[in-house]
């Protein structure tokens, strides 16, 4: 067997090193989610053939998040295959597994396992990123006792503090850009028309160049980049394809642009013997590109049209919305309220005293929720109070007054606060936020830190147990 990374889609691979065949965060399904209401399919689309899949040795997690910890893929695979994870992975995710009777390892930072001829240790990223992906770990799968092998960056960043001997040959690099065609707001976009502070505009030069120089500076040792991730539609459809995950335009244009170091953009289903020059490509059988299961337009433009604000924002989750649903919604967005308070974005809004020209009172920050018992409804954190109360106005009022806040179907919202779907799964689909300042401490930063799997294990067992059953 040669050393080899097959790309499964999204950010799924197949890792074989030193004879040891390891799989890395299977989406083994045509799509991932946790609600038949909302799918993310794989793009480009495909299906995997587990009768023709080889035999692998190991499965390895690096984070909780859904196209990573993807619970129906892991109780595809064959019971004696162990699963490994970090130390670090939330207590409700090794449950699940171990309640499947799964051989679960736990793994320290550096910690090496043998897995065949091969190792693998976690590498925590650098301690600069968002709360959610805080305890998302790289992976290093080397030939046991030697250097070489494939580093897998997953959903952080490359710690400045690699130990020395990580000297991975492959580096396999997480294009997490997701950047919405035109007209499109992706999740952290603002539906006020200024440029968030943070996020200059994204080229494609920009982008290539920090997924890959940036790397190889800290990892010196590699010599091919593999492309992964952003590959994902939404199911209804929300938008086509991200601008810049066309891996094999952007495997042509950098490598035009590079000298010693080499790009792979490999589609779904293609394999690359690393270990040859020129590198070996095929396709694997056991994956077949399929149709997706709706047209993709794809967009080559980058451009925001205005946000019509009295356009619909049709609910993914078509039912009533009663008292006793509004009540927990209520009782959420009181709990809320501190931790809103305490979290960067809350620092923010204690500091504002002006918005778009005019002082602001103690409302700061607004939710507006659509389809309430009684219509739509505008409730505002007063921070004298830390509590939200009813405010007159409709969203166009809520804009233009308060400094941030979301909109967002009470239906949604409750399928979030009752573990039906996952806030990234909202956010990414149908919550829409405005606010002033960095996009890491807007409303939707601060959402996804809360309701969290590690912050909201409740909620992240109820997801997995409808996942399970
Ligand atoms: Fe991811």
Redesign the pocket.
Known sequence: MTDAVTFMG??SWLVEVAGARILVDPVLDTSFGHSSALRFEIHPARRIDMDLMPRVDAVIVT?E?L??FHLPSLRRLPADVPVVMHRLMPEVCVDQLRELGREVHLLGHAEPMKIGGAEVLFLQGDKDVPVWESRVTSLYVRPAGAPGGVFIQ??TAVSHRTPADCTPEVFIA?H?AQVPPAGELGAFDNLLPVPAADAPEVTGLELLSALLNDTAELLPSVRLFALS?GGYTQLPRKQGEFLWNDFGALERVANALSIDKKVLGLAPGESAAYGRAPVDRERVPWITPVAPSLPVESSDRQARADVDLSAPLPPLFERGVDEADMRLILEELAGLAPLLMLSPLGRNLVNTHTYLGRRVGPSRFAVHLRGTPRGDEVHALDLNSASFRVQPGGLRDALFSIPSGIDVNCADLLAVLRGEIHIWELAVSRLRQWYVGDRMESPVAFLYGALSEQVRPDLAARLYRALRD
């Open positions: 999204q950010q984070n998040h196209d990573h997953s959903d997480t997490n991730g």
